[in-house]
Nanobody, 121 residues
Framework: QVQLVESGGGLVQQGGSLRLSCVAS????????MGWFRQTPGKEREFVAA??????SYADSVKGRFTISRDNAKNAVYLEMNSLKPEDTAVYYC????????????????WGQGTQVTVSS
């Protein structure tokens, strides 16, 4: 079992930046692919970014603005979000997967509780 705890969400103006953090409880954290997803009311949860030993992957909507990174020594994964837009407003979820990176929500094994990001125009 892996417990994930996100932090770093908040309110920011358009064009601003935020850094989300996610800390995992499991000591074998480095064996897991880690990802970030987001969800707005009435919509399905969508892929944002993910990282594994093979590198990172990004949704087209955030490519060039968001950067995912991980620190295996701290069991942590980060999402640096720059040039934020109102359409980035959502609850952001951290996820862990024992398999490879996938953009399919149902294939991720563990989820955090989410952190709200609100971008004002």
């Amino acid at each position: 079992q892996v417990q994930l705890v996100e932090s770093g969400g908040g309110l920011v103006q358009q064009g601003g930046s935020l850094r989300l953090s996610c800390v995992a409880s499991r000591r074998t954290f480095s064996d897991y692919a880690m990802g970030w997803f987001r969800q707005t009311p009435g919509k399905e949860r969508e892929f944002v970014a993910a990282i594994s030993w093979g590198g990172g992957s990004y949704a087209d909507s955030v490519k060039g603005r968001f950067t995912i990174s991980r620190d295996n020594a701290k069991n942590a994964v980060y999402l640096e979000m720059n040039s934020l837009k109102p359409e980035d407003t959502a609850v952001y979820y951290c996820a862990a997967n024992r398999g490879a990176i996938t953009r399919t929500v149902s294939l991720w094994d563990y989820w955090g509780q989410g952190t709200q990001v609100t971008v004002s125009s």
